[in-house]
């Protein structure tokens, strides 16, 4: 985890930032030689001096005195607009309790930190050893984030009316809306960066990431993602083998639609698969979803036991800093902060979000149908001339279609945003939950509708088929691009002033660099992407085999694309420990879930299994009264497997529980 | 909660006990002119006075010298074999800040106890006051179990092989083990329990039961089974009136089956139910049981908020008395305890117990296969002849069959408990969960599996009736005769000699009536019959809408009824503080989920609906089709209710949090 040459790196780093002029510290444990620049307050151009000198102060202050107890750092002459802050031993220790983070004990087991016991973990001394960089980086940012005004006061050369703080006002939040504070970054460690580059997307290690050093530079939330992705590659290994199987090798296979042919052959297609090929990737299907998700859980349990975030403190949430409202008295808290009536949220979730969010999924019917009419219009333009063109343009629609929903997604997304701004959430969990929850829902619409209505409606599997292929095939081609031409252009045009300065090693460019680049966006998109694709595997893939194949290409120049456009395009992001990829494993488990339903009905609506059944002398109702029994207890069979696997690995367990043994025991004989 | 005269009932349960033989205390906030008997060790007869001695010191000794910190009383002259014990009030305080309980802070609002903030808390000086009975015993319970060997001793006077204590070894289980200790239990208190009594069955409080006193008394797990079963008395009155309308208001009603006509008729009967009223019966049962599980929730959260319950802490779970296993170091805590291997209990599982609950589901199955012989044999009689006689005789098999299954049941019940004792569970949670799971399989499959077959594979709606009807009210008769029958006997022919003792006051006498009830053995049995009247109701019923009618006149008989058994007939037990219903709620949840799909199809076989969907000119395929989306549309509405319904009130959240966030501030502050 630290085996990136911490303490060379702080050298270069801080070659410029004269290390006079950090905070003097009094406690003889914090006192060091070297204090590394971790978070960035970006001020505004026209600060008084007055304001910095009293925001420094306070960022000093003990906690006694209402203060954050880090060290700060004014900036050199020629940028006198920013606060470099770090901080001391002391406070990153106590933080790490607080936070309950899990740390090496002396006996090389994971324990949870407790400050009075701190002399038995290991690297207790070199806090650049102890916690990662993007931990101490939190932690400083969560320090600020809890500077609150002790009493009524003013902020010194602010005028009257927003530099008023009332009592436990947030100063942070209050110094933001005022305009004081622009922006608050941790920084890059330059040195690390490219060492942690050039072993991840460089090398293009797909199957075995350096996931730790990912960690440790740019936290869980990355990590997770990252090792999900790796871990989902692998498990398309067993499917994309059927797949190609299934395709290439058994008797009347053949899933590729042969497109110059006509509606014969297109008939003949329908019988793309065997009856017990198309069988077992449906039952497979099925059965792959639920062992992925299953195992994934136990890969990510270890993974935070790993990492010390299993046993994350819970805390009574801040308000997040969009939320706005009338000064009040929380109930809970007692505090002042703005309170926002539950009602009139709800109001406007009822009457303003979910009415809104019904017309766009009108619009994607809208979409739907049209594609229809193109899609009737162009067969029936290629039955007429059956020519090489006429052929190509029964692609048409399809594409057609898909920059339509591509389109209606993007402006979809912002209105999302928008409109979950407006309902004016307290939490930040309450934030993301409406806003994932609206994304999702219509991101589910729009990429599964078509299909579910092609097969299930119009129960049209050749028509499937191709839609789904061509679906894969253009995602994986917008993918390559991208791929190619971004970096290509960032590391030609983009970037050469960078170099330039780097072979300066001004500290302060270096700081102003970082400020130019965009905000990280987080990895939203990231997931959406993957979720659909899973869909596609899970719900669709029995029509069409080499599903499979085509995601583990996916995935394969995905994996160093999101990496190269994580190190390099955007500024590094702050990151709260987790201890798993939180709501979106809910979302892979919900499409697992109808993953089964669709395979089910999917099978039924097989020419071949119904042609099959008829020759068995089963009547059609009594087909559909079988499949509906088959349903439910394979919906059982899911559950029981899930319940079955346990969901950590035996020896996470009994790690686990050692922890909280241990926790509870010092808690006790500390009461004693 | 404590208005039931604690001081005076005190005085009186003590007048014989000498006060001046209970041990004498040092610490001065501990002194008391009356202590408190309140749990009694029964030693079996032949025990040495120098065990008992030895054991008494131990039970007194403080925690630090490995003792429990209890007050102990070595019983009068004629009882030489019993310990009453008692609790000092720094005992009772500390165990009650472990425990998690919250009680009521001086601004009259519930807060996390904290022993360090005694003074803080109303009726802090007053144990009695301050702690329920239940409380108190509970604490006694549990800081005797939580007695360790500190070093490996032996027990005085016991012999060799069983009176070596390893360090760190249990020393009641030992002792129980080694026949020194017979029996462990919480002494009735008869002045509050005759109070209760006349509180609760004797005035048939069925609507308002006193459930802050049954709480207090008896604890949570009774508190809260008898307060579910007052919630669920209360939410039949919707459905039973609902059927009582379908059944004598709507035209096309009358849910009563005509027995003496012929087959005509019985075909008639089909029709029971207007279509409208069949769909308005099963929409409404599906509704009902989301709504009644998710309101109880509220309702639950609620009560445990009253009775602090809410916070309790999460402890490390010792082993089962009953586990057993080869003596060695657990992995996690590090103790001495036996271990038995996972993969070998696994096996037992899979090997034996699955084998066996399979071969009595089967002989359900058989059982199930003679019913029907059974009927068709009565059927065929009954054209022949069609007497008054023969019409009888088509009860018959039904009642054969009802008497043949809880024959089955009972065995059964035996069979899973030896099983799931023999497959030697290490946690006592463990332990009921495979026990729970094991009865609720087979009590589903006993219960429903004829009910299904008639329903869905036979698709008989008349038999379905007759026999749905015909379980029901064999049940109640049954009931009402135990409830008038054993009461008589205990009143007149069992309790006159107590009655004798009580009027002498003679204290020992009392605790050897005690000794002499057999032990309580939970409310298993009554939560299993609650769940398979609820699963009557809430699959099945819109088939016979009097089914509601008929379990509302069963509770209000059986409310008095468990509330007298539990107060007269047995032992007081022990009560581990509890937040909720436990597993029970999540049994009840999951038949609510089946009830979904169990109504949907019923309502498409639904003659009615049939006929009239024909009428309409759709398919036999098409209705079910349609009939597979309803049902998924059902379950996602189901899905949606249940989350938009938040399981607590709004107050008790806000309370919730108030608490929790006060307890994290206090935790900061003594950390400061």
């Known amino acids: 985890m630290t085996s990136m040459g911490d303490k060379g790196s702080v050298q270069t780093q801080t070659k410029v930032l004269s290390q006079g002029c950090w905070t003097e510290v009094s406690c003889p444990c914090c006192v060091s030689k070297q204090v590394e620049p971790l978070v960035l307050i970006q001020l505004s151009d026209n600060v008084q001096p007055v304001t910095k000198r009293w925001l420094i102060s306070l960022i000093e202050a003990s906690k006694r005195h209402g203060g954050a107890a880090l060290l700060t750092h004014p900036g050199e002459d020629e940028c006198r607009n920013v606060i470099v802050v770090s901080a001391p031993r002391c406070t990153l220790l106590r933080a790490t309790e607080d936070l309950g983070l899990c740390k090496k004990y002396h006996n090389e087991e994971m324990a949870s930190f407790s400050y009075h016991d701190r002399d038995n973990f290991t690297n207790v001394d070199d806090m650049q050893k102890f916690l990662t960089l993007v931990e101490r980086q939190y932690i400083v940012k969560n320090e600020l984030d809890s500077l609150q005004a002790q009493k009524k006061q003013r902020i010194p050369g602010v005028p009257e009316a927003p530099g008023v703080l009332e009592a436990w006002e947030n100063i942070c939040q209050k110094l933001v809306r005022a305009g004081v504070i622009k922006d608050i970054f941790p920084l890059h460690d330059q040195q690390r960066l490219n060492d942690l580059g050039r072993r991840w997307y460089s090398k293009k290690q797909i199957w075995r990431q350096p996931l730790d050093a990912i960690q440790s530079y740019f936290g869980g939330t990355m990590a997770f993602y ?52 198309h069988m077992v990737q449906a039952v497979f299907s099925m059965l792959w979803s639920t062992v992925f998700i299953e195992f994934w859980k136990r890969r990510s349990s270890s993974l935070s036991h790993r990492w010390g975030t299993r046993h994350l403190t819970e805390r009574f949430a801040e308000p997040r800093p969009g939320f706005h409202g ?39 019917v809208l979409g739907m149908t049209g594609f229809y009419h193109g899609e009737a219009l162009v067969q029936g333009f290629h039955q007429d001339s059956g020519s090489l063109f006429s052929g190509v343009l029964l692609y048409m629609p399809s594409i057609a279609h898909t920059v339509y929903t591509t389109i209606l997604k993007n402006m979809y997304h912002a209105v999302a945003m928008q ?100 905000p990280f966006p987080g990895l939203f998109a990231e997931y959406i992407e993957l979720l659909v694709k899973f869909g596609y595997l899970s719900l669709f893939s029995c029509v069409y085999p080499l599903t499979a194949v085509l995601l583990l290409l996916n995935n394969v120049t995905e994996i160093p694309w999101d990496a190269y456009k994580i190190c390099k ?104």
């Open 226 to 277: 990252f090792s999900f992705l790796q871990f989902y590659t692998w498990a398309l290994v067993p499917p994309a083998f059927l797949g190609l199987v299934l395709t290439f090798l058994l008797p009347g296979g053949g899933g590729v639609v042969k497109e110059q042919a006509g509606e014969g052959v297109m008939e003949e297609e329908d019988y793309g698969l065997s009856v017990s090929g």
């Open 326 to 364: 009338t000064l009040g008295i929380n109930p809970v808290t007692g505090r002042l902060e703005p309170l926002f009536p539950e009602w009139q949220r709800q109001l406007r979730v009822g009457l303003v979000s979910l009415p809104l969010v019904g017309l766009f999924l009108g619009l994607v």
């Open 419 to 518: 409109l979950t701004k407006w309902e004016n959430h307290r939490e930040e969990s309450s934030f993301q939950n409406h806003h994932i929850t609206k994304v999702l829902l219509f991101t589910f619409f729009n990429n599964f509708a078509v299909l579910f209505h092609i097969a299930f409606y119009k129960q049209d599997l050749p028509l499937l088929r191709k839609k789904l292929a061509s679906l894969l095939i253009l995602n994986q081609l917008v993918n390559q691009c991208t791929e190619v031409v971004v970096p290509f252009i960032v590391d030609h045009f983009l970037s050469a002033p960078h170099k330039k300065e780097q072979e300066d090693d001004l500290e302060m460019d270096k700081l102003r660099a970082q400020r130019r680049l965009p």
């Open 569 to 672: 395009l955007f500024r590094k992001p702050f990151s709260t420990p987790v201890s798993n990829m939180g709501v979106w494993q809910t979302a892979f488990e919900v499409l697992g879930f109808v993953s089964v339903m669709s395979n089910c009905w999917l099978l039924l609506l097989s020419p071949r299994v119904q042609e099959f059944c008829l020759e068995g002398g089963i009547s059609g109702k009594n087909i559909i009264l079988v499949a509906i029994l088959v349903e439910h207890v394979l919906i059982l069979v899911k559950m029981v497997l899930a319940f079955m696997i346990p969901d950590e690995p035996d020896w996470v367990r009994i790690k686990r529980e050692q922890i909280e043994f241990n926790s509870m025991q010092a808690l006790g004989q500390q009461k004693l």
